[in-house]
């Protein structure tokens, strides 16, 4: 899928699955609930053993039309290479590295490194980056997206960290293009509980949809 459908299709539905498991089949039990919450976008973070394996597994499931599969943590353009090799088709990162950014421009699969300052913000989109990464977002809250959007309107930003399906609403109002949601939407997952997150991603796309209106 082109970089730009990626992005539009990751805006649309506002919502990105955070992927944190214990072991392979853990996360595609994660995916599979997630596509049947209606979550049109996934990101398998590196700090999943085998990471890379379930990326190549699910894109080889799934096509881009049914979920998204993104690569998350990724600290340094040799990941991002081996993420993009095993069929990742957008690449996340907790802070900014310049020359993972220009790796996946090269490749023209979108990236979004994360951001705690203005200067931090401004530095990611004059490297090239798609989206900032609002990182770690429960410690600044929506207001700081509000600070951010008024000298930085153009800025596409997407909170990680902290959201929740109480202020959810919140951060979109505050002008995010999407959120990131992990352990508040997947931590049923550890005791088996599956279909519990499914439930909360509708919870949490329908919340989303109010918020936009």
Request: glycine residues 10%; aromatic residues 4%; hydrophobic residues 45%.
């Amino acid at each position: 899928m082109e970089k730009e459908k990626v992005i539009s299709k990751i805006c649309g539905v506002g919502l990105v699955a955070v992927v944190r498991a214990e072991t392979k089949s853990e996360a595609i039990k994660i995916t599979e609930a997630c596509i049947d919450g209606g979550v049109v976008a996934v990101e398998i973070t590196f700090t999943v053993p085998g990471a890379h394996e379930i990326i190549s597994e699910l894109s080889k499931r799934y096509s881009p039309e049914e979920i998204l599969v993104g690569a998350g943590t990724v600290l340094d353009p040799e990941t991002a290479r081996i993420a993009l090799l095993s069929g990742a088709q957008y690449v996340v990162a907790p802070c900014l590295n310049i020359e993972t950014v220009k790796l996946c421009n090269r490749y023209a699969v979108p990236i979004m490194p994360g951001a705690m300052t203005i200067k931090e913000v401004v530095e990611g989109m004059e490297s090239g980056a798609d989206i900032i990464k609002v990182f770690p977002g429960e410690m600044m809250g929506p207001g700081f997206v509000k600070a951010i959007k008024a000298p930085l309107p153009q800025a596409r930003l997407m909170p990680t960290g902290g959201v929740d399906i109480n202020n959810v609403g919140d951060w979109i109002k505050a002008g995010c293009v999407a959120v990131g949601v992990g352990g508040n939407l997947i931590a049923s997952a550890r005791t088996g509980d599956y279909l519990t997150i499914a439930t909360k991603a509708k919870q949490f796309i329908e919340a989303i949809k109010i918020a936009r209106m």
